[in-house]
């Protein structure tokens, strides 16, 4: 059996959003391989003296990955844990793994997200709404006129901003997207909206409400929800 993969999402932060079957593969696998948020969620499920531990950055993700593989010994497992939902948000990094690894040797576990407990925790259904991240770093131009198209539409939002520490320009956080909102023609004090940050994390968990036009030179944490919704 060649060497095998796991893609696990471990949900948004709190151990009880972790599904079982996510459970197992962490357990069954030889390589951990996450951010150390992600990493320090399920920490009390990793066995060190047996499996080994690697926290990536956005530096060192790419290297990482590849030496892991080229370490890796047939028959062995190696799991890299995702924040939330593996197929939200993280596609960039998905479609590397499979290249490296094989796509018939890589296994995706889904898992809980946090627009998921941002939709319940709003009442704000996902069946009925625009959701989109911006937590990406290709070109975002295209998904902000369609956030534009879509509140002009009535539709309710539910997004992932984007924090880039490297290049304040590249922000889109909440700030960023008020003033934008409003400079494409939204009124922005008639758009009801929530912010959650560290959601399911009981200790340090918040939730903002008010308008858009109030988050104008707010700061929020990189681990945050947005959603938008009308005046009904």
């Known amino acids: ?58 530096k060192n993700q790419e290297e990482l990955y590849q030496y892991i593989y080229d370490r890796m010994k047939d028959e062995e497992y190696c799991a890299v844990l995702f924040t939330g939902d593996v197929n939200f948000s ?5 479609d590397r793994l499979l290249e ?5 040797n890589v296994e995706i576990i889904p898992g809980i997200s946090s627009i998921q407990i941002a939709a319940a925790r709003s009442k704000v259904p996902l069946d009925k709404a625009h959701v989109v991240t911006f937590h990406v770093t290709t070109d975002i131009e295209q998904k902000k006129k369609e956030l534009v198209r879509s509140i002009i539409l009535r539709k309710d939002i539910i997004l992932l901003p984007r924090p880039w520490p490297s290049d304040s320009e590249k922000n ?15 009124d922005t004090s008639n758009l009801n909206v929530w912010v959650f940050e560290h959601l399911t994390n009981d200790s340090k968990e918040t939730v903002f409400r008010g308008k858009v036009s109030d988050l104008e030179g707010l700061k929020f944490s990189d681990l945050s929800v947005v959603v938008i919704d009308h005046i009904r």
């Open 90 to 94: 993280e596609s960039e990094v998905v």
């Open 1 to 58: 059996m060649p060497k095998r993969l796991y893609t696990i999402g471990v949900g948004p932060g709190s151990i009880k959003y972790i599904t079982d079957i996510a459970r197992e593969a962490i357990y069954k696998s030889r390589y951990i391989i996450g951010y150390k948020y992600t990493i320090s969620a399920v920490e009390s499920l990793i066995d060190k003296n047996k499996q080994e531990i690697y926290v990536i950055s956005l």
């Open 172 to 186: 889109f956080m909440q700030s960023e997207i008020a003033i934008f909102l409003k400079e494409n023609g939204i």
């Open 100 to 104: 490296i690894f094989g796509e018939k």
